[in-house]
């Protein structure tokens, strides 16, 4: 089955600057890149997916990358601020394009921290 | 944009009773719901796949007989943890994708489970 590994596991970076986060997975039938920020005991929030048939992705401050032949794809953050902080997951799966394969395994978080 | 409700947010029961969650999809149709559980600080591990009119697909190593899914409804899933433990205690949050292409996956708020 597919493996999701997300690197680092806690990033503290100044406010103001970026961050990255990185991920790798091991399906390569999976088409369908989605990244979450979680809260404290809150719900995981959908901030911004990719599909296989794209490699880049961007909404303000936020974009991400995936390179297909590499198995890889990053969460790239520019000009963080405090709000930022949470923990963001990467996840995979083969669902994008219908049908009921669409659960999502998930990469173990990264805490980031943004200081002010 | 698409809601997903979780009822109970937290419940606190006692070793060896049941307690039952409810997932609900307020304005679109779920053919398919998933159950995840996320441990303090970890990532969210998918339970099972819920299938609208038939039964639950589960992931290995997870007990069908004692986390039982329910999805009567288009708008409805249920888990119920039968005989609970200590050890069953987490965050257990459902998600649901509307029946369309390219649909994201929305979560619910989750259930905060604590057995005593």
């Known amino acids: 089955g597919e493996n999701v590994e997300q690197h680092p596991s806690t990033l503290s970076v100044q406010e103001g600057d970026s961050a990255v986060i990185k991920c790798t997975y091991s399906?390569?039938?999976?088409?369908?890149f989605p990244w979450y920020k979680q809260e404290l005991g809150k719900r995981p929030q959908l901030i911004i997916d990719i599909r296989s048939n794209v490699g880049e992705k961007k909404d303000q401050r936020i974009a991400v990358t995936l390179n297909k032949t590499a198995k890889h794809f990053s969460l790239h953050i520019t000009e963080t601020q405090p709000e930022d902080s949470a923990v963001y997951f990467c996840a995979a799966s083969r669902g994008a394009y219908g049908g009921s394969q669409g659960n999502l395994i998930f990469g173990k978080g990264t805490k980031l921290s943004v200081k002010p | 944009g698409a809601v997903v409700s979780q009822h109970p947010s937290r419940v606190i029961c006692k070793s060896g009773t049941s307690v039952k969650i409810e997932c609900r999809s307020l304005d679109f149709q779920a053919t398919t719901m998933f159950w995840y559980r996320q441990f303090p600080k970890q990532s969210l591990m998918l339970m099972a796949t819920s299938n609208e009119g038939s039964k639950a697909t589960y992931e290995q190593g997870v007990e069908k007989d004692k986390f039982l899914i329910n999805h009567a409804s288009l708008t409805l899933s249920t888990l119920t943890v039968t005989s609970a433990h200590p050890e069953d205690s987490s965050f257990y949050i459902c998600?649901?994708?509307?029946?369309?292409?390219?649909?994201?996956?929305?979560f619910g708020n989750g259930t905060r489970l604590t057995v005593t």
């Open positions: 399906d390569s039938a999976s088409n369908y």
């Open positions: 998600s649901a994708r509307e029946d369309r292409q390219n649909s994201p996956l929305h």
